[in-house]
């Protein structure tokens, strides 16, 4: 019997370490969202990687964040991931890479490439007025004066297209980033109440007039939801239903959705505002309503949970012209679409928020912007596609480059924090610049 055992459990312990080198990597994959190679491995500096982790930690050591993550891929690679700091400060626990955070904001580029697979089926036409899908809009008016209380009015020069909304350029606002009397009847309108559905928010975004009429100005608003409200009516889903089933199902986005799940628990990042004095202060762990049973929103501009890793696989597969591990979720066309510049020059660049952010001149593709130039102090290509969240979530893929990268707190307002995304550039750019110049010695 001794001999037997001497005999048998080694080899099952050949066997066992054998299937845990096989699956490490596919589970490694799973949580991170694209395969690990080497630095060096996808032409980038690892030196120069190495001086991310730093430059992320001062931002908590200094107290700035409480936490934050970055990831960098290229060539359809993982090749960094660096995390400093805590997820929930007050239980001590520490930032992973798989996290889950509110991404806001960077939900809208997700809504609009459903609506773009919608169009692939031939179920809707990007030049479509809005009003044949949402009735409402086809009464919508013009602010032609006054005050918020006593606007006049006149009728749009033409109606709202798809891609009107697509591009911000509908005549929309979201009401508290402006000071016109538009912006003022938008803040007076309640149009952030978590418990009305996308129907509500899209009719009364409908009664309330245009800041300027369709295709003459650009002007980031609520569009993408009324987006959202679109998918709901093409496809016969609600967005939630439809987004699961069109876009992350296929593409293994596992923790991903609008609604905190079981699963999740543990994982949802904390969020952070300045309090007095200047220190951290934690909001509630979901900031509102929308994320729980309660909440009947389905923000298509603002509503997602998600994790690095996730919407690594989301940005991979429009990289790759709609296509990942052989799921197809835009034509190539379609995806290259997506990412270009649908502005004429005289709407660009768009108008920045920040000195440092987005970086350089940007025009806008269908749900982010899409840099114009390359003459900057801050690194990058041409055809660069990104956007961000309220709650200071970044991410841009460079097409020239193939890579995509990704640097994630959760700060509220991330006005605040629109130099992280430009210092996480230079850090990045770095990396790819630094394996150049070794390779011409």
Same mark, same amino acid.
């Given at each position: ?244 089933? !069109?876009? =992350? /199902?296929?593409? +293994?986005?596992?923790? %991903?959705? *609008?609604?905190?799940? @079981?699963?999740? &628990? ?116 041409? !055809?660069? =596609? /990104?956007?961000? +969240?309220?709650?200071? %979530?970044? *991410?841009?893929?460079? @097409?020239?480059? &193939? ?39």
């Amino acid at each position: 019997m001794s001999n037997l055992h001497d005999r048998i459990i080694p080899r099952l312990l050949h066997v066992f370490r054998t299937l845990l080198v096989c699956l490490l990597p596919t589970a490694v994959a799973q949580a991170q969202g694209l395969p690990r190679a080497r630095p060096d491995e996808v032409g980038l500096s690892g030196a120069a990687l190495q001086r991310i982790a730093p430059a992320l930690q001062a931002y908590v050591d200094s107290g700035k964040l409480a936490g934050v993550v970055a990831v960098v891929a290229r060539h359809g690679k993982l090749a960094y991931v660096a995390s400093a700091g805590a997820m929930n400060r007050e239980r001590g626990q520490a930032m992973r890479a798989d996290a889950v955070f509110r991404v806001f904001s960077m939900t809208k580029p997700i809504t609009s490439a459903a609506v773009l697979q919608l169009y692939d089926q031939g179920k809707l036409r990007l030049d479509d007025p809005v009003s044949k899908y949402i009735p409402a809009f086809a009464t919508v008016k013009v602010y032609a004066g006054g005050s918020a209380a006593q606007p006049t009015v006149r009728d749009p020069d033409r109606p709202i297209t798809i891609a009107d909304l697509l591009t911000h350029t509908a005549g929309l606002t979201y009401g508290f980033f402006g000071n016109t009397p538009v912006d003022s009847i938008y803040r007076r309108a309640n149009l952030g109440n978590p418990r009305w559905t996308n129907a509500e928010l899209s009719d009364s975004l409908a009664r309330l007039p245009l800041l300027f009429s369709p295709g003459s100005a650009w002007n980031y608003s609520f569009a993408i939801d009324v987006l959202g409200r679109v998918v709901e009516i093409v496809s016969g889903m609600p967005l939630d239903r439809y987004l699961e089933s !069109g876009i =992350f /199902r296929p593409l +293994g986005m596992r923790n %991903t959705g *609008f609604r905190a799940t @079981p699963g999740m &628990d543990g994982h949802i990042v904390t969020a952070y505002h300045r309090g007095p004095g200047g220190t951290l202060q934690a909001d509630s762990p979901l900031v509102t309503v929308d994320y729980t049973p309660e909440g009947r929103m389905l923000s298509g501009g603002g509503g997602l949970l998600s994790t690095v890793g996730d919407y690594l696989r989301f940005a991979q597969m429009l990289l790759r012209g709609g296509e990942l591990e052989g799921r197809r979720i835009l034509k190539p066309e379609t995806a290259a679409v997506m990412l270009r510049n649908h502005l004429p020059a005289a709407l660009t660049p768009i108008a920045s928020p920040s000195p440092d952010w987005p970086p350089g001149k940007n025009g806008f593709g269908y749900g982010g912007a899409v840099r114009l130039d390359s003459a900057t102090s801050v690194p990058g290509s041409p !055809g660069t =596609f /990104r956007w961000a +969240g309220y709650g200071t %979530t970044f *991410f841009w893929i460079d @097409p020239k480059a &193939d890579l995509i990268a990704m640097v994630w707190a959760q700060y509220l307002p991330v006005m605040e924090m629109w130099r992280l995304d430009a210092e996480y550039q230079r850090l990045v750019y770095a990396a790819v610049s630094e394996t150049r110049t070794a390779g011409r010695r």
